[in-house]
């Protein structure tokens, strides 16, 4: 399992970089995004955008949902603000999402944990009242953030800076990859989109071990028909390596 074929799903341009990382490993990493990522291009769109990033600094917190929002944002903000705001928070989702803000000189933190569940956690109740949020994603996100620190009482607003899109293969695609060992996915919807695939072309995928971010994106691949996901708690590269690590250990004993 020394020469171990990783299936990388993530998105560009992250999929280039962890397949760098994993060839470091000795592994042998195999691309085929699930999610393609797309910069908001509508003209009306972006002149909110920009309007929103000049006002950014009347919120008490920034969150970035992921590291293609943080990447995208840097961009917006090194645009719209020569020198950052001193008095915003600035939070990333992870420490993948954490890092790349911090390597555009954005003096972020980032919770314990690596899931919005534990971000929730980390922000405590009694701090969130009257605070002005401005959460960062993309376009059709998860609500869950927003509405539960509406429920503390946060003013809650949203900046969406991309589109998420199902990328279209072909059943050739699939016919030409190599025999695949392990697969990471770092998303639910990177899993959903994975799972239609694999029902239709790759069936036996489905009997791999396959690595997710969280207990929740864990469950639901189990109950997509994966028999042996197992979470690797957070979706930087990192935490991958690290379960993959784990997993061939456990094959090579």
Known sequence: MQDCRILITRPEPENTLSRERLSTHGWTPVPLPMLEISPIKDTDKQAFIRSQVFDIDTYDYV???SKNAARLACEWLDECWPMLPANVHWIGIGQGTTQ????????????????????LDWLRPAKMR???ILIIRGEG???ELGNKLEERGAKVSYLSL???KKPHYLAQTFFMLPDINLIWVTSGESLLNLSEYASLYK???KALPILTPSIRVN????EMGWINASCANGAD???LIKATEFQIGKQND
């Open 63 to 65: 969150i970035f949902v």
């Open 100 to 119: 790349t803000l911090l390597d555009k000189d954005v003096p972020a933190l980032s919770n314990p944990g690596h899931t919005t569940e534990a971000l």
């Open 130 to 132: 009257d605070q002005k």
């Open 141 to 143: 996100g998860r609500p």
């Open 162 to 164: 991309y589109e998420r």
């Open 203 to 205: 069936p036996e995928w």
């Open 219 to 222: 469950q639901q691949a189990k």
């Open 237 to 239: 590269d990192n935490s």
